[in-house]
């Protein structure tokens, strides 16, 4: 079960340490996803992303994209769960970028401020989860903690039911929230009412061995 850590202090490294990091880090990569340092102290490297979205999000077509920023050719569905995605950043790009950076690459029209970058750590046999502020800079956090997602890993997720940017949201999303909901709902009815007809005859066909005559 996740547990809520406060927030480490940000420790700053000179351009020596970062280089000797790099180097640790590189011989420590066993997925070829490496880290280059930069002539100008800038450097860059790629980090994973586990997406954890419990809402629809709302996808619009490259094509679409394309002709009309504002096209209404969009879909609304859910994200397989633990769908894993991997960008290059920089050391310069902050959590607000890398969430922007996420949903551009999968062309999703919601606002960004709806969504939250969280950390998550394994010490002592409990996991660990700390939302990131929107200044923080990932790929300094993944230089630090190594290559090993076990030590840390990066979560998108919505915001908290009581951090949800409400006015973010635009009328047809919320509509199309209550369509969906409206629909699984009736799925989840109709179910029901097979799971218990299917009891229903069971019990009627046992009855019916029961009481049988001879």
Sequence with gaps: KDVQKEREPHVYLSKEEVKEKIQSYNSSVTDKLKMTLNANGIYTGFIKVQMELCRPITVQSSQSQERCAHSNNETSFYLPEGCMNTLHISSTNTVREVIEALLKKFFVADNPAKFAL????????????????????????????????????????????????????????????????????????????????????????????????G
């Design 118 to 213: 969280y950390k998550r750590c394994h010490k002592e046999d409990q996991v660990y989860t700390c939302k990131l502020s929107d200044r923080e800079h990932p790929l300094y956090l993944r230089l630090v903690a190594g290559p090993k997602t076990e030590m840390l890993s990066f979560v998108l997720r919505e915001h908290e039911t009581g951090e949800v940017m409400w006015e973010a949201f635009t009328i047809p999303e919320l509509q199309n929230f209550l369509r969906i909901l409206d629909k699984e709902e009736n799925e989840q009815l109709q179910m029901l009412k097979k799971r218990y007809a299917a009891y229903k005859d069971k019990l009627e066909e046992a009855l019916g061995g029961v009481w049988k005559p």
